[in-house]
Structure formats: C-alpha cells, structure tokens
C-alpha cells in the first residue's frame, strides 16, 4: 500500500510540474476521538486506542495542513476496514464485541506537490481490569454526622490506565451494615452496593456500623477481579447521648433529702445536714466517653460539692454533694454527657431547699360515734406548700387519747400518744372505751406539721347487752310457769312482762316486744301489759324479747309463750309412803300429798287446813313437805294447777300412838376389868330427858348422871370414878322423861376386878 502511495504523489507532482523538494505540507500530530462506552484514547505524537470487549467506535482526525492542496489521506485498515485513499482527514472506525484488532496503525498524507508525511496510532485491546486499588475511612472510626468520609486508591492498570481519583460512574464499592449498641458494632450483614459520592457516604443511618469494601475500573471499563480489604468500621452517632438522672445515693442525713424522679429534683432540709452523690445513666450507640457532674461548690453551704467526671458505667459524682445548716438551694443544674464522637447530651437536675412543713392533715372517725369493732378513720395526709418535697405518708403519725365509756358517756382523757392504724382503722381499740384522734404531717424531708384538731368521739362497745331476764306481774286469769303464761280459755285476762337488761358501756336504748295475735299490747320502755281482746284456745309458740344498746347491738333473745289451760291437776294422800290406814299407827305418821298436771300449766301449789274449812288457792296451809302426825288429825286437801285449776277435794283422817313414850334399857350390864365407863344400849320413842342413879353397899353416895336421850337407840357411856370398888354389883336406876310421861327401868351393874 505504501508504494501505492508512493506512485500516486509521483503522478500528482508530474502532474502539476513541481519538483517534490518543494512540498509544503505542515505536520500536525494525529488525533484519536471516541464517545463510545469502554473505549479510550491518548493523545501525543502516537495516540492510543484502547478498547475492550464491547462494540465501540473511534474517529481518526488528520491534522495536517499543506499550501499545495489538495491532500491526499490513506487511512489504514482497522477492524476489517481499510477505505480508499481520499480527500477526507477524518474517518471513524467501528467494530463490535467480537472484532479484534491490534498494533501499530499508520495513516499516509500527500499533497498535490507530491509533499507526503505519516502518522502512526497504537491499537490495543485491553480487557483486564486494575490492581491495587484500596479504601479507608477518613478519620473516624466515630461520626457525629450522617456522612462517612472515604479515601480511595484506584490501583493501577498495565494498559488503557486507571483514574487517579475514584469515579463513581463506572468504580463499585459494597456496603455492610450493623447496629451500633454502646460503641460496639453488632453482627454485620451481607455486602450490598452503595452508590457514594466522590467523597464518601451521604446515605448512612445514625445507630449503625458500616464497613466498605472497593472496585476501581480501569478506562476501558474493566473493573479489578477482586474487592478490596473491607475498611475498618465506621460508627455512626448524630443524635448525641441519652442522660437520665436517675435517684441520688444518700450518703448521711436520709430523713432530710428526697428524691423527686418526676421532677428531676433533689430536695434538702436547710435546717438539718447531710449529704448525697449524683447518679445518672447515659447511653449512646457510639459509645459513653464520659457524664460530667455540676460543681456547686460556690453556691452557700455546698462547700466542696465539685460534682466531677465520671468516664465508666454506672456514673455518678466523684465528689460527694454535701451541705450545711441554712444552705443556699443551688437550682438547676446540668448533668453532662460526652460520647466518643465528642458529642453532648445533658438532663437537668435541681438541687431545692424545702423547709415549710406540710398542712391540713386531720383522722376523723367515719361514722360513729358508736363502733362495735375497729374505728374507721378517714385520714387526711395534708398537703405541702408548692413547689415542695411532698407529704411522705409512712412519716405520717397518728395520735390518739382514751377515756372510760360509761352507761355512753365519755370520761376523763388521758393525754394523746401515738398509735399505729391496721388499713384505714384502728383496731386495737377495746370496748368500753371512747376516743379522739389527731394527726401530724411530715414532709418527705423532715419539716413537721403542728398537731391538728383533736376529732370527735368515738365510743366503743363490743359487748352485747345481757338476754333481757322477763319478769311477769299483774296476772288476771292467767297463770306463770317459768317463761309459760298459762290463760283460761275463753275467758278475758292480762298479764304485764318486764324485761331487764344491762349493758355498763353504751345503755340499753330499746327493748323489742313481740306482737301477740288476740292481746292487745300497752307500755313503753322495759314494760308491756297485755290484755286478751278475744278468747284463745291455741298456743302461741315461742314469743322473743331482745333489747338494743346505743351502739346498736342487739341481746340473746329471752323467750316466753302463752299457753291455754283448762283442765285440773291429779291428787292423791299417802301415810309413810302408802295407802292411809283407818286404824292408828303405832309411831309418828308421815302425811305427804302427791299432786300432777302432765297436760297444763303444772300444779302451781297445794293448800290443805285441819279446822275443816275448804282449801282455797289462797286459804289454807300450802304444802312444801310432808307432815307428821303423832296424834289425831283431820286434813282436807286440794292442789291447784299455774293457771288455777283447782283438783277435786280429798279428806283424810289419821290416828298415831307416838305420842306415847316406851323406853327399854338392859337388865345387867358387865364392866370390864380396868374399864373406867358403864356402857349399856338405851331405846325410847321420844327424845327424853335421863337421870341415870347408880347406888349399891360401897357407895356411901350414890352416883348421879344427867343428860338427853334422843329418839331410838343409843350406846349411853357413864363415866366411873377411879375410887370405886370392883369386884362388887350395884344398881342403875333408869329416869326417863318426855313430855309430862315418866318412865322408870333398873340394871343391874357388876365390876370386875
């Protein structure tokens, strides 16, 4: 082709008749023009045209100029195309992904003067990507931004060449991404591609770890065959760190500090001592670096309250906060916290004086006056004045004073001692007491309320009245058998009940009577007389009576019934146990009477008279035990029921002999020898008077004894004086007397020697 060349500038300049040492062209370097993707050109006396496996297309520009037109341009075959030579300085290549091509290319330039030059471009086919690249965060690891700043190095390349600074068009880079807990990066996840600005990330979330890992691309496109070394993490933080004041630890002086987590506020009583530290808790996903403490040591009465820095969980003062007596509240303060991007985040704490004790407390009894049990009290804590600690409840004291209850009134108080409630009552309270209350209120620093008013009286009564005890009276036509009132049948009567009851501690202030069906019913406290308004024949079961104290509490019931009675009592008259005799009895007769009312009131009582008269309910001798008859008696007799039923008349006539006196006494009577003492066994039928006369030839004076015989038989001992002889008889003579009856008996007594 080159001699083509050759022979065609020959013929021009034969043409035109000019010698080739008078060419005029001007040589200008080559240039090389693409703007296809994945293709790229140098410029410089022998450009370069690199392209990778994609299609593409290169315009091949000729830049020479000559004073002998025109020229004459051959460009060379590329890519398969190799157009004729021409007037035209520019031509544009073309080729697809599969044409291949390379080396050095040459273009040929005449002019019509036969002037020639050459231009030489290199072609090469570049389809390996760079080496080397890397990526690393700038600064960091901590961001207190929503940006992570990224250095890259693109690496190098052997033939089309690398950028020297990341391109974002055609360079890769994948992120990863984990979240950020108190400056520790979590578990990262999977790689995802990013698209970055040539400075780094805009699109990061606050609370996260990222980790970035690059691909360079070289001019052509290739990009490197593998990532890069990941880059360190980055933590991202925007928000600053979390504070929240959290309760003071109380170092002395705990009754006059308070804690008030509502109001992030720390009260003390300037009237007393004592001294706490400041605690906080602080968070941040980059990491706590540090929670800074006020320092209120200037503040009057805070002396050496410095507060400090505190660089390790959990945070609180290094110093301790402590006051004195009539310090100055230091107000609001701050509570700092720094994580390690060095950015802040703070709560406000106060630090106030309370010293105005609370008001308007008060323990008034609910109900009352009167309590069966415990005292129910409703409790008022009171109020403190604002802004202050508040009310502290367990501080608060109950106080209380007692007096004896009587009959409900109240006594002498004793002077008020505190006393601890159960719930919202007192139930240590005892019965028959009464009580007043009062209250105190402190405040949740110490300030102490002055005393309220004492309360109204409570008055106690556990204990029930006593079961009324009924007492009947005022009987007409009718009849009492214990809690039984017994009525004729069909006839009017009345009888009056009164009840009694006691109860020492509250009174009794009613009775209850019941309402009986035909009495009519009249009377007012304890009493109620009832009238019969039409005859009854049935009885009324049990009848209730109970009585009520002011405490309201009710007796046992007492009972009583009305029961109708028309039928008479039995009666019979036994002699010793038995049937009466009509002939006399040798001894004392006992006359007992025998009377029965199964079916009614009961025999009420039973009347009996010896002068022949009719007994009556209320004539005669009325009979409790039996009756001895030691003579001649005439008895009429009849038993009476409750409700006045009278027992047909019985008549009896008993005769007895014990009126007469019979005495035995032994006829001789042996003393034993060295006995002292004459025993004899003595009967009589009457207790006797005895004179016992012992006479015989030794005696110069008869012995005389004296005493009284009772009825039946006795050992009678007679004492002997040590001077009488034994060995020897004498007589006792016997003188028993009863009455105006004389009995006379002799033994005959012998004494052994």
Same mark, same amino acid.
């Given at each position: ?34 703007? %296809? ?40 075959? =590329? ?58 965060? %700038? ?66 979330? $606050? ?56 109001? #992030? ?13 400041? &605690? ?9 670096? &540090?929670?800074?403490?006020? #320092? ?19 945070? %609180? ?50 109900? +009352? ?37 009587? &009959?409900?009134?109240? $006594? ?31 405040? &949740?620093? @110490? ?34 058998? +214990? ?57 009324? @079961? ?83 035990? +039996?009756?001895?008859?030691? @003579? ?11 409700? @006045? ?57 008869? =012995? ?7 009825? $039946? ?41």
């Amino acid at each position: 082709m080159k001699l083509r060349v050759a022979l065609i500038a020959l013929v021009v300049a034969l043409a035109t008749g000019v010698a080739s040492s008078q060419a005029t062209i001007t040589s200008s370097p080559l240039t090389l023009s693409t703007s %296809s993707a994945n293709t790229f050109v140098t410029s410089g006396s022998t450009p370069n045209l690199y392209y990778s496996a994609s299609a593409g297309s290169v315009t091949v520009d000729v830049n020479d100029t000559t004073d002998t037109a025109p020229l004459t341009v051959d460009f060379p075959d =590329l890519f398969g195309d190799d157009p004729a030579p021409g007037s035209s300085t520019s031509h544009v290549y073309s080729w697809t992904s599969g044409d291949t091509d390379s080396g050095t290319k040459t273009v040929a330039v005449t002019d019509a003067g036969a002037d020639s030059k050459s231009h030489d471009f290199v072609v090469t086919r570049d389809t390996t990507g760079p080496t080397g690249q890397t990526v690393t965060l %700038s600064g960091g690891p901590n961001y207190a931004t929503l940006f992570v700043p990224l250095v890259f190095n693109t690496g190098s390349d052997s033939e089309s060449g690398v950028s020297s600074s990341f391109d974002p068009t055609v360079d890769q880079v994948q992120r990863a991404s984990a979240p950020l807990t108190a400056g520790t990066c979590g578990t990262f996840g999977s790689y995802a591609p990013v698209a970055l600005t040539t400075n780094g990330d805009l699109t990061v979330v $606050g609370g996260n770890c990222y980790r970035y890992q690059y691909k360079s691309a070289d001019h052509v496109g290739n990009l490197a065959a593998s990532w890069s070394a990941p880059t360190a993490d980055a933590k991202v933080s925007t928000l600053g760190p979390t504070v929240v004041d959290t309760a003071p630890t109380e170092v002395s002086g705990a009754g006059d500090q308070y804690w008030d987590q509502a109001s #992030d506020t720390i009260f003390f009583r300037p009237a007393a001592t004592g001294s706490f530290t400041l &605690n906080a808790t602080a968070s941040d996903p980059a990491g706590v670096s &540090n929670v800074a403490f006020p #320092d209120v040591s200037a503040v009057t009465g805070w002396n050496g309250s410095t507060g400090g820095t505190d660089s390790s969980s959990p945070y %609180s003062s290094p110093a301790v906060y402590r006051w004195t007596a009539n310090a100055t509240a230091p107000g609001p303060k701050q509570v700092i916290a720094t994580n390690t991007g060095a950015v802040t985040g703070f709560d406000t704490i106060t630090i106030a004086a309370d010293s105005s004790p609370p008001a308007g407390q008060s323990a008034i009894p609910t109900g +009352g006056p009167w309590f069966t049990s415990s005292v129910a009290l409703t409790v008022s804590p009171g109020t403190d004045p604002v802004p202050g600690s508040g009310v502290d409840p367990a501080r608060s004291v109950i106080e209380r004073a007692s007096a004896p209850l009587s &009959n409900g009134v109240c $006594g002498t108080y004793s002077t008020f001692a505190p006393v601890t409630l159960t719930g919202s009552g007192d139930s240590s309270v005892q019965s028959g007491t009464c009580y007043r209350y009062q209250a105190k209120a402190t405040d &949740n620093v @110490g300030n102490v309320s002055a005393t309220s008013a004492p309360s109204a009286d409570a008055k106690v009564d556990k204990t029930v009245p006593t079961t009324p005890a009924l007492i009947f009276s005022g009987l007409t036509n009718m009849a009492v058998a +214990g809690s039984i009132v017994y009525f004729h049948p069909g006839s009017s009567g009345s009888f009056t009940v009164s009840a009694a009851s006691a109860d020492p501690e509250s009174g009794i202030s009613a009775y209850s009577f019941p309402s009986i069906p035909g009495f009519a019913a009249a009377g007012a406290g304890p009493n109620r007389t009832y009238s019969a308004t039409k005859a009854g024949t049935d009885p009324t @079961g049990q009848l209730t009576v109970t009585s009520t104290d002011a405490a309201g509490l009710t007796s046992g019931v007492a009972t009583f019934s009305l029961v109708p009675d028309g039928s008479a009592p039995t009666l019979s008259i036994r002699c010793d146990n038995a049937p009466c005799k009509s002939t006399p009895y040798k001894n004392t007769v006992m006359v007992t009477f025998r009377s029965a009312d199964t079916s009614g009131s009961g025999v009420g009582t039973i009347r009996w008279t010896t002068d022949g008269s009719e007994p009556r309910i209320n004539h005669g001798f009325e009979y409790v035990r +039996g009756i001895p008859v030691q @003579g001649l008696a005439r008895l009429r007799v009849r038993a009476f029921d409750r409700a @006045g039923n009278g027992s047909p008349l019985l008549g009896v006539t008993v005769r007895s002999l014990a009126t007469r006196l019979f005495v035995a006494t032994p006829g001789s009577v042996m003393v034993k020898a060295k006995s002292r003492t004459v025993e004899a066994r003595v009967a009589a039928t009457r207790r006797s008077l005895v004179t016992a006369r012992m006479s015989g030839k030794s005696l110069k004076k008869a =012995l005389t004894w004296h005493f009284v015989l009772a009825r $039946g038989t006795s050992v009678v001992k007679l004492q002997l004086p040590k001077t009488i002889k034994r060995g020897t008889s004498y007589r006792l003579v016997w003188t028993i007397t009863a009455d105006s009856r004389r009995v006379l008996k002799s033994t005959r007594v012998t004494l052994r020697k």
